[in-house]
């Protein structure tokens, strides 16, 4: 079954330092996100992309983060200048599979990755 | 604004019961919804979603029901088994809006 996959699975930087978090979306699906859950909260959005581009962010993405879709099968979340906050799951996604018809590709469910805990010290 | 919320943080049922989990949304235009099951240290797993024009959609052991009028979803888990202990959350989508809008989560205890 395809499947979201992240790395690293667990990432420990230091405060002040960038990281890159790795996502590689299920191959035939449009719509990318970023979600991140601090320990024991709720799942919160941070941004989606679509068609090389971030379609919504929420208020936390901020100057902060960045995305990109450097080639045809990875995803990207950096964070710059990390702080001790900013430690938490975070989860990549996608929806939207593309069969070379056009589907409603925004009301599907987005498949989840495992995560990658970034613990900032 | 949107928030997506559960009633009871916790629930803790017998192996073989029936689990009822309970989810108010508060985001009228919401018109799409899903329940996730979160497993310790992995990412949320779809398990059922319904659609605003519906009230009830089943699945293997899952139904989900929506009340719209009173902004009510509910995730009924039927025979309940070990393997169903996890967090649950509920989820809100707007048509045309790509991103989900999670509740607080309910972590489910099947009590051998």
């Known amino acids: 079954e395809p499947e979201v996959t992240q790395t690293p699975s667990h990432q420990v930087t230091q405060m002040g330092q960038e990281v890159i978090l790795r996502c590689v979306p299920i191959?035939?699906?449009?719509?990318f996100y970023w979600y991140r859950q601090i320990l024991g909260q709720k799942v919160e959005f941070l941004v989606s992309?679509?068609?090389?581009?971030?379609?919504?962010k929420s208020e936390i993405f901020d100057d902060q983060f960045s995305v990109e879709r450097p080639d045809g099968s990875n995803f990207t979340l950096k964070i710059r200048s990390t702080k001790l906050e900013d430690s938490a799951m975070y989860f990549c996604?996608?929806?939207?599979?593309?069969?070379?018809?056009?589907?409603?590709?925004?009301?599907?469910?987005?498949?989840f990755g495992q995560g990658t805990r970034l613990t900032v010290v | 604004g949107e928030s997506v919320g559960l009633h009871l943080p916790t629930l803790s049922v017998q192996e073989g019961d029936n689990s009822i989990i309970n989810c108010a949304y508060s985001?009228?235009?919401?018109?799409?919804f899903i329940w996730y099951k979160q497993e310790s240290g992995k990412g949320p797993q779809f398990i059922i979603d319904?659609?605003?024009?519906?009230d009830k959609r089943q699945g293997q052991r899952v139904t989900v029901l929506l009340n719209k009028t009173v902004k009510h979803l509910s995730l009924q888990i039927a025979a309940t088994q070990p393997g169903d202990s996890a967090v649950y959350f509920c989820?809100?989508?707007?048509?045309?809006?790509?991103?989900?809008?999670f509740g607080d989560g309910t972590t489910l205890t099947v009590k051998p």
């Open positions: 996604a996608s929806s939207g599979e593309s069969n070379g018809q056009t589907k409603d590709p925004l009301n599907t469910e987005a498949f």
């Open positions: 191959s035939n699906h449009l719509y």
């Open positions: 992309f679509y068609n090389n581009e971030i379609s919504e």
């Open positions: 985001n009228s235009a919401s018109d799409y």
């Open positions: 319904i659609r605003s024009n519906m």
């Open positions: 989820a809100e989508k707007v048509t045309n809006a790509g991103k989900s809008t």
